[in-house]
């Protein structure tokens, strides 16, 4: 059941974007409109995973709001009081029934809100480096600042299940004394358990789907128990929820899908697991039929591939550009060329190579480069 719809103003990267953002009664969906009636990168929260809070006018706009969950937060902007009004009480009113249906008790994970990059010329940590084209920004993904590369050169496992890139500040309050230690809930790693996961972590992709980092920290912490790091987090809890099976889904559909269970739920005449189950039903049906896209071979025989491609570690599901590709986390990039060392273009493997945009490098994993 549809609750509410409307048009809001999101802190993106770069500043303000709108958004248009519909509430459910279980879910929110929100995309950047392209049209009368469409939209495109839609994302969805489930409500059972989410928090809402206000925020207070100032010089950065009024009739402010946070949405947060454990896949992304950010603040948004409605045009007026009444509205901020309605969004606020609506969204904590179903939070609180979603929550309750589904037996969910404990705190919610959440991610932390980033500063925007117009807002920062200088580190926020005690250096105050000015940020030039060659010393970039990063932010933090405990506390959301935005540092320098110097500052932020060191990892944590927070409620992704993987190492992602902290400022030293918050390395030091989730228990790293020292850039080489990796604690866990039993103590202090070994230095060969150091060494090991110091070296695995060298592969991994520092982004996510709203980052423009780049670079490899070289330093991973094992976050400790919630309770023991509980204040020295602004937003983000230690312990990783599990996933459902629905959030798992949500997260590899396409632009398309994404709409098109949007539309089920809008009408009200099936839940959102529904009409999840429907939508796999018919691409399954499809897929035995024969109708497979022709454009490549199907994800499962991506490592038979020997054309130029990389692998997604992060979605780019917001992105903030008409010439800027959408993709999920561990989609397979057919890469066309090569922008710069920051960006890449090619398309999803399966779509119709017309579809092909930008994306940053610091998302993908490269299989196969484009040669020189």
Same mark, same amino acid.
């Given at each position: 059941?549809?609750?509410?719809?409307?048009? *809001?103003?999101?802190?993106?990267?770069?500043?303000?974007?709108?958004?248009?953002?519909? #509430?459910?009664?279980?879910?929110?969906?929100?995309? +950047?409109?392209?049209?009368?009636?469409?939209?495109?990168?839609?994302?969805?929260?489930?409500?059972?995973?989410?928090?809402?809070?206000?925020?207070?006018?100032? /010089?950065?706009?009024?009739?402010?709001?946070?949405?947060?969950?454990?896949?992304?937060?950010?603040?948004?902007?409605?045009?007026?009081?009444?509205?901020?009004?309605?969004?606020?009480?609506?969204?904590?009113?179903?939070?609180?029934?979603?929550?309750?249906?589904?037996? $969910? +008790? =404990?705190?919610?994970?959440?991610?932390? *809100?980033?500063?925007?990059?117009?807002?920062?010329?200088?580190?926020?940590?005690?250096?105050?480096?000015?940020?030039?084209?060659?010393?970039?920004?990063?932010?933090?993904?405990?506390?959301?600042?935005?540092?320098?590369?110097?500052?932020?050169?060191?990892?944590?496992?927070?409620?992704?299940?993987?190492? =992602?890139?902290?400022?030293?500040?918050?390395?030091?309050?989730?228990?790293?004394?020292?850039?080489?230690?990796?604690?866990?809930?039993?103590?202090?790693? %070994?230095?060969?358990? *150091?060494?090991?996961?110091?070296?695995?972590?060298?592969?991994?992709?520092?982004?996510?789907?709203?980052?423009?980092?780049?670079? =490899?920290?070289?330093?991973?912490?094992?976050?400790? %128990?919630?309770?023991?790091? /509980?204040?020295?987090?602004?937003?983000?809890?230690?312990?990783?929820?599990?996933? +459902?099976?629905?959030?798992?889904?949500?997260?590899?559909?396409?632009?398309?899908?994404?709409?098109? #269970?949007?539309?089920?739920?809008?009408?009200?005449?099936?839940?959102?697991?529904?009409?999840?189950?429907?939508?796999?039903?018919?691409? %399954?049906?499809?897929?035995?039929?024969?109708?497979?896209?022709?454009?490549?071979?199907?994800?499962?025989?991506?490592?038979? #591939?020997? $054309?130029?491609?990389?692998?997604?570690?992060?979605?780019?599901?917001?992105?903030?550009?008409?010439?800027? #590709?959408?993709?999920?986390?561990?989609?397979?990039?057919?890469?066309?060329?090569?922008?710069?060392? =920051?960006?890449?273009?090619?398309?999803?493997?399966?779509?119709?190579?017309?579809?092909?945009?930008?994306?940053?490098?610091?998302? $993908?994993?490269?299989?196969?480069?484009?040669?020189?």
């Amino acid at each position: 059941m549809l609750v509410q719809e409307g048009t *809001v103003q999101k802190v993106c990267r770069k500043g303000l974007q709108a958004r248009q953002l519909f #509430l459910f009664c279980d879910i929110i969906v929100y995309g +950047t409109p392209v049209g009368k009636d469409k939209y495109k990168s839609q994302a969805i929260l489930e409500l059972r995973g989410c928090a809402i809070a206000n925020v207070e006018d100032s /010089a950065d706009g009024a009739n402010g709001f946070t949405i947060q969950s454990g896949k992304k937060s950010f603040v948004a902007y409605a045009s007026t009081r009444t509205e901020k009004a309605e969004w606020v009480a609506n969204i904590t009113r179903f939070i609180e029934l979603s929550r309750t249906a589904a037996g $969910v +008790t =404990e705190p919610v994970a959440t991610r932390a *809100v980033w500063v925007s990059d117009k807002k920062v010329k200088q580190c926020m940590m005690n250096c105050g480096a000015n940020f030039t084209l060659v010393n970039r920004r990063h932010h933090c993904r405990n506390c959301g600042k935005c540092v320098c590369g110097k500052c932020s050169n060191v990892k944590a496992i927070l409620n992704q299940q993987k190492p =992602e890139r902290v400022c030293t500040m918050c390395h030091r309050k989730l228990g790293g004394l020292a850039p080489s230690d990796v604690p866990d809930s039993k103590g202090v790693a %070994s230095t060969e358990t *150091v060494k090991s996961k110091a070296a695995d972590d060298d592969s991994d992709s520092d982004s996510d789907s709203s980052s423009d980092d780049e670079g =490899e920290p070289t330093a991973v912490i094992a976050g400790s %128990s919630a309770a023991a790091v /509980a204040g020295a987090r602004d937003s983000v809890t230690v312990e990783a929820p599990d996933l +459902t099976n629905s959030e798992r889904s949500m997260h590899a559909m396409s632009d398309s899908d994404r709409m098109e #269970l949007m539309e089920m739920v809008k009408s009200g005449t099936m839940t959102m697991d529904e009409a999840m189950a429907k939508i796999d039903k018919k691409k %399954s049906a499809t897929a035995t039929a024969g109708g497979s896209n022709p454009f490549e071979a199907p994800k499962a025989d991506a490592a038979k #591939l020997t $054309v130029p491609h990389c692998v997604a570690q992060y979605a780019n599901d917001d992105p903030e550009g008409d010439d800027e #590709l959408t993709f999920a986390e561990d989609d397979v990039i057919i890469l066309t060329g090569k922008v710069n060392d =920051e960006w890449l273009a090619g398309y999803v493997q399966g779509a119709d190579p017309s579809t092909k945009g930008i994306f940053p490098a610091a998302f $993908v994993e490269i299989v196969i480069p484009v040669p020189e």
